[in-house]
């Protein structure tokens, strides 16, 4: 375990790079000694994998060896307890469910894109200052049919599988009109329900797979009982205890379906419809913010592209396309009746995700405006192809990650055609790298100060810190494990805290060495509180949630 520490001639909260706080470690000592010196709490040890393991075939490929956040799970399943290093909080009793990519071949084949990977979840069950982990293959239609046949049978986000003839591939084109072609691999979020259920998500609204948290079992599809029809969705609903909320993006008349669907049901409801603006298809809504009162529907110039999603091999933006003459536009509707009541042209912007928005109001409590913040990354495209599998292997040193930003939309609510896009702090806060943000969610849809993020120390080819963002000071806190790759920081607030930050920040990181560890930070100071070192390291992971003890 490497211990924390701080240059000796700086204390914990001094400002260097640019102000920015960085937590630096020295070279892993030996677990139990390291601790025990320090007083710290070992209060587990890790029991070995299940007997029941399935060994998946092991990936080809002379890169691989860069970081195991870009390799393939190395078993099935693994379950057991952690040994904890430090003090995990004894009100954090609950589970935290990730999911993302994680196996990237089917035998000697290997996948090219970092989103093409079949799902992995990840759990770690905390319990009264003591933590388990598990892991298990998402078994969607596209996974069990990859091993049954040893090669790709559904369209994935690069990939396409092999037609033999012309006559095959017509089949294929057949098949992807009517969506049977498209992939169920769930491998993108994971949300709980109001009712209780556990969901994982990706962009085919088939991709929505029910899972139990406890062993991780594929429980089966979640099947909507409505007739709205649709093939995609967008990857990321806003879920809260009384509501869930998505876009489904209509490529025939370019434009978004707002829905609403209530705990214990299947059923989407319309609210209302945006109508596109630009051209020629709707704009990728990988997610979307929404406040109190109001969902904001973006239209990014980087649109869905039909043309892109016939061909066999994949184009440098996938399917999509870059569409700047198109322009970008925002758009809000009123949860209550449906109807668009502002809609504003923003400059050109790229982003996957939004943080938060909230309802700007003048002294007498008038809406005036929407502001609406995002992880954008200043309207270059190049992000997609970043993130083949290729690119993320062959980090030499050089700095290659796109800049990024806290982008922060105002949309004036008084019928003014234009709005306005900036930065919400100054970017070198943390490093120009920003994506997988998380927020307290008892501020989803208010107005809030913390948000939690993967920045970047640069060089590097991917986001390689955790920051703390604090949009009132324009200031940010990071956390850095020289070599390793963290995944998304996701919040759990304190029972009963008064302070938006007053909790801990869950993460996973998978190192350079092979290994991987959960890691707990105080959400207030950013120090680590604890930590718990994995069997052996696991593959970058995407979105998480949290599901509380009852």
């Known amino acids: 375990m490497a211990s924390l520490s701080f240059s000796s001639s700086l204390k914990?909260?001094?400002?260097?790079?640019?102000?920015?706080?960085?937590?630096?470690?020295?070279?892993?000592?030996?677990?139990?000694?390291?601790?025990?010196?320090?007083?710290?709490?070992?209060?587990?040890?890790?029991?070995?994998?299940?007997?029941?393991?399935?060994?998946?075939?092991?990936?080809?490929?002379?890169?691989?060896?860069?970081?195991?956040?870009?390799?393939?799970?190395?078993?099935?399943?693994?379950?057991?307890?952690?040994?904890?290093?430090?003090?995990?909080?004894?009100?954090?009793?609950?589970?935290?469910?990730?999911?993302?990519?994680?196996?990237?071949?089917?035998?000697?084949?290997?996948f090219r894109h970092l989103f093409d990977g079949y799902a992995t979840l990840v759990r770690l069950h905390f319990e009264n200052g003591r933590l388990s982990m598990a892991h298990r293959q998402i078994e969607s239609d596209a996974y069990k049919a990859s091993r049954k046949n040893n090669k790709l049978c559904y369209r994935e986000f690069s990939e396409v599988p092999k037609t033999d003839s012309f006559l095959s591939y017509i089949g294929d084109i057949a098949k992807l009109f009517s969506g049977a072609s498209l992939t169920d691999n769930a491998n993108t979020g994971v949300v709980k329900l109001g009712d209780g259920r556990v969901v994982c998500l990706t962009e085919t609204i088939k991709g929505s797979i029910v899972i139990d948290p406890n062993d991780l079992d594929t429980i089966g599809k979640f099947e909507y009982s409505d007739n709205l029809g649709g093939l995609i969705h967008s990857a990321h609903p806003i879920v809260t205890d009384s509501e869930f909320l998505t876009l489904l993006p209509d490529l025939i008349n370019p434009g978004y379906v707002v829905v609403r669907m209530e705990p214990g049901s299947n059923e989407r409801k319309v609210i209302g419809r945006v109508n596109c603006r630009g051209g020629p298809s709707p704009g990728w809504v990988h997610s979307f913010p929404a406040t109190e009162h109001y969902?904001?529907?973006?239209?990014?110039?980087?649109?869905?592209?039909?043309?892109?999603?016939?061909?066999?091999?994949?184009?440098?933006?996938?399917?999509?396309?870059?569409?700047?003459?198109?322009?970008?536009?925002?758009?809000?509707?009123?949860?209550?009746?449906?109807?668009?009541?502002?809609?504003?042209?923003?400059?050109?912007?790229?982003?996957?995700?939004?943080?938060?928005?909230?309802?700007?109001?003048?002294?007498?409590?008038?809406?005036?405006a929407i502001i609406a913040d995002c992880c954008e990354h200043n309207a270059d495209t190049t992000i997609l192809q970043k993130l083949t599998l290729q690119n993320l292997r062959s980090f030499s040193g050089e700095d290659v990650l796109p800049d990024a930003r806290v982008g922060r939309f105002r949309i004036p609510m008084d019928g003014s055609p234009y709005g306005s896009l900036e930065a919400a702090l100054d970017p070198n806060e943390h490093g120009k790298g920003m994506d997988m943000c998380s927020i307290n969610p008892n501020f989803l849809g208010k107005k809030y100060r913390y948000t939690y993020a993967c920045g970047a120390q640069r060089p590097c080819n991917f986001p390689n810190t955790l920051t703390k963002i604090d949009l009132m000071n324009k200031t940010a806190k990071n956390w850095v494990d020289e070599g390793s790759i963290p995944s998304e920081p996701f919040?759990?607030?304190?029972?009963?805290?008064?302070?938006?930050?007053?909790?801990?920040?869950?993460?996973?990181?998978?190192?350079?060495?092979?290994?991987?560890?959960?890691?707990?930070?105080?959400?207030?100071?950013?120090?680590?509180?604890?930590?718990?070192?994995?069997?052996?390291?696991?593959p970058y992971g995407l979105h998480g949630c949290w599901v509380p003890k009852t």
Request: aromatic share 10%.
């Open 12 to 110: 914990p909260c001094s400002n260097i790079y640019s102000r920015k706080i960085i937590t630096r470690y020295r070279a892993k000592h030996d677990y139990n000694t390291d601790y025990q010196s320090r007083g710290l709490t070992i209060s587990n040890v890790a029991t070995k994998p299940p007997s029941n393991v399935v060994i998946p075939s092991k990936q080809e490929d002379g890169n691989i060896k860069k970081n195991v956040a870009w390799t393939s799970v190395k078993q099935e399943r693994w379950q057991g307890d952690l040994l904890v290093q430090g003090e995990i909080p004894l009100w954090l009793n609950g589970t935290y469910l990730r999911n993302g990519p994680g196996l990237w071949n089917i035998g000697d084949y290997n």
């Open 491 to 538: 919040f759990v607030a304190r029972p009963g805290a008064t302070e938006e930050d007053d909790g801990v920040v869950i993460s996973m990181i998978s190192d350079k060495n092979g290994e991987g560890y959960a890691l707990l930070l105080d959400g207030a100071t950013f120090q680590e509180i604890a930590r718990a070192k994995f069997p052996y390291g696991l």
């Open 295 to 368: 969902v904001v529907v973006p239209e990014m110039p980087l649109r869905y592209c039909a043309g892109n999603l016939l061909k066999a091999e994949p184009t440098p933006l996938y399917k999509f396309q870059w569409h700047p003459e198109s322009k970008g536009y925002m758009h809000v509707m009123c949860k209550a009746s449906g109807n668009v009541v502002a809609s504003v042209e923003v400059p050109l912007y790229v982003t996957f995700h939004f943080i938060n928005a909230y309802e700007e109001k003048d002294e007498e409590g008038r809406v005036t």
